[in-house]
Structures are given as C-alpha cells and as structure tokens.
C-alpha cells in the first residue's frame, strides 16, 4: 500500500519569502507523484506533477518540486511567495498500475502581507 | 474543458435519513473516486470505480455504499445519516493516458447532518 505524510499542517510565511512544504511518501512500487492547491471556497486542481523524466518538475505559477527517491520525498517550493498563493497544499501519490489514489493531511500555507 | 459536476453544493440532512450524492463528469473518464474531505486529515479515500458497475472500498467505506449505473454518474450513498458524517464530499474523475495521469475533482458537497 502506499501512504502519504506532510509534516506541516501549517505554515505562516512573510510576502516574499521562500518555502518549502514537506512531503514524503512510502510505496514499495514506482509511483506517480502530485501537489494539487485548493484556494479558499475552491475545489481542487493539479498544481504539478511527476509522471517519469526530469526529478525536477515546475508549475506555471513558479512552484516547483523535485522527486527524490533515495529520501522518497516530493518537496514542493518556491523562491518568493505572494499573498495569493494562500491556499492549503495536498500531495499525492498513485502507483503505477494501481487504482487509488492517497492524500496526504494538507498543508496550510498562510502568506502574509 | 474538463467538468465533474457534483449536484449539491450545501446539504442539511437529519440523523438515520437516506442521503445521495450524485456526481457527474463529462470527459468518459472510466475511474471515479468519492473522498472526504475533514480538517487535519486531508482527503481519505470512500469508493473507488474503475468502471460501470465496478467498484472497489476505499479506506472508509463503512456507512457508505456507491452506485455507478452508468459511465458519466457515480453516486455515493449514505444509508443512515450519522452525525459523524458531517464532512465535505468531493468526487474525482481521472484521466489516465500513456504516460500521463491527472484527478478532476468536483467542487464539493458540504453535508450537514442534525
């Protein structure tokens, strides 16, 4: 089975700084890995993702994530925050000829002016 | 563009009522899932269809039954409305491709049981 931790339920940070929200996943098979934001009063939506290729993938927004299977981590950052990007951050994992789909507990990312 | 329709967006039930969550996806998508949404604990995973009449439990499938009639609907049932169910509902449709894979989720059903 595959498992999903964040460590940080939340995480206050000043407008322009830099972050970084932790996620570490167990899997005994290669999987998929996905950060999806939920904007306050919002549904879900796919932030980024790693499929295969490149350990370092990005978004449109200046996130980026890097997969790192030695720590089976999917650590996602970015290099100056601003206040729109508050919002809570879910990681995700799904295994290559596996059904499911796990969600780790979010994390609270709170931007401040 | 992608559409998961999910038919309430609020909903107030009473205890040991018979509650319905119909969820609907516009992309022929055949894997459907149901998640509760609860604060500190992220999204668990209720059922889980990989097809028409085809379903699978997810981790907390108890309380809870689904119903997949057809390739665009997945509903998820509450037989008896707990108070313990009070949560937000989200429904998820996933594309899978070569080499690609991505969940569209619904915008949720908040549910409310007295």
């Known amino acids: 089975a595959q498992s999903v931790t964040q460590l940080d339920s939340q995480v206050p940070v000043f407008e322009e700084a830099p972050v970084e929200l932790r996620c570490n996943y167990s899997s005994s098979v290669s999987v998929y890995l996905f950060w999806y934001v939920q904007y306050p009063n919002q549904g879900l939506q796919l932030l980024l993702k790693?499929?295969?290729?490149?350990?370092l993938v990005e978004s449109i927004n200046g996130f980026e994530a890097e997969f790192n299977k030695s720590q089976t981590s999917f650590h996602l950052r970015k290099p100056s925050v601003h206040i729109s990007d508050t919002a809570e951050y879910f990681c995700?994992?799904?295994?290559?000829?596996?059904?499911?789909?796990?969600f780790g507990s979010g994390t609270k990312l709170n931007v401040k002016p | 563009d992608v559409k998961v329709t999910q038919s309430s967006r609020y909903l107030v039930k009473r205890t040991g009522e018979k509650v319905f969550l119909e969820c609907v996806q516009d992309m022929d998508h055949e894997n459907m899932f149901w998640y509760r949404q609860d604060p500190g604990l992220g999204l668990r995973l209720i059922y889980f269809?990989?097809?028409?009449?085809?379903?699978e439990k997810g981790d907390i499938p108890e309380g809870y039954s689904v119903s997949r009639e057809k390739k665009e609907r997945f509903s998820l049932i509450l037989e008896s409305a707990s108070t313990n169910q009070t949560s937000m509902y989200l429904c998820?449709?996933?594309?899978?491709?070569?080499?690609?894979?991505?969940?569209?989720f619904g915008s949720g059903t908040q549910l409310s049981v007295l």
């Open positions: 790693y499929l295969s290729g490149s350990t």
């Open positions: 269809s990989y097809d028409v009449k085809m379903k």
């Open positions: 995700a994992v799904s295994a290559y000829n596996f059904n499911k789909f796990y």
């Open positions: 998820a449709s996933r594309y899978r491709g070569a080499a690609n894979e991505k969940l569209f």
